[in-house]
């Protein structure tokens, strides 16, 4: 069992910066991918970025190619997502999540999800 509790989401203007971070509790942390998908108002939840176990894989959806950065600490039991040059388009719920399954460059089966952290980016 994994529990994840985002923080760090708020307002900023664009071109801002913003990091978000997942606390993770349970035993197996290092065991999963950990990914960010994000949600925009009256839009799907969509994929963001996925980091491996071992931390030297990471996937991004092309939208925050080059922007955002992932990473985890498994000693923590943290996963963080550094937001840079934001846009409004970047405005969305985000949540933090746990998986096992990659494929086509993104985190699918996700097993455990986050409540989600709000990130209002403002033009």
């Known amino acids: 069992q994994v529990q994840l509790v985002e923080s760090g989401g708020g307002l900023v203007q664009a071109g801002g910066s913003l990091r978000l971070s997942c606390a993770a509790s349970?035993?197996?942390?290092?065991?999963?991918?950990m990914g960010w998908f994000r949600q925009a108002p009256g839009k799907e939840r969509e994929f963001v970025a996925a980091?491996?176990?071992?931390?030297?894989?990471?996937y991004y959806v092309d939208s925050v190619k080059g922007r955002f950065t992932i990473s985890r600490d498994n000693a923590k039991n943290t996963a963080t997502l550094q937001m840079n040059s934001l846009k409004a388009a970047d405005t969305a719920v985000y949540y933090c999540?746990?998986?096992?399954?990659?494929?086509?460059?993104?985190?699918?089966?996700?097993?455990?999800w986050g409540e989600g952290t709000l990130v209002t980016v403002s033009s």
């Open positions: 999540a746990a998986g096992t399954v990659v494929f086509g460059n993104q985190l699918h089966g996700v097993d455990y």
């Open positions: 349970g035993r197996t942390f290092s065991s999963y991918f």
């Open positions: 980091i491996g176990w071992r931390g030297s894989i990471v």
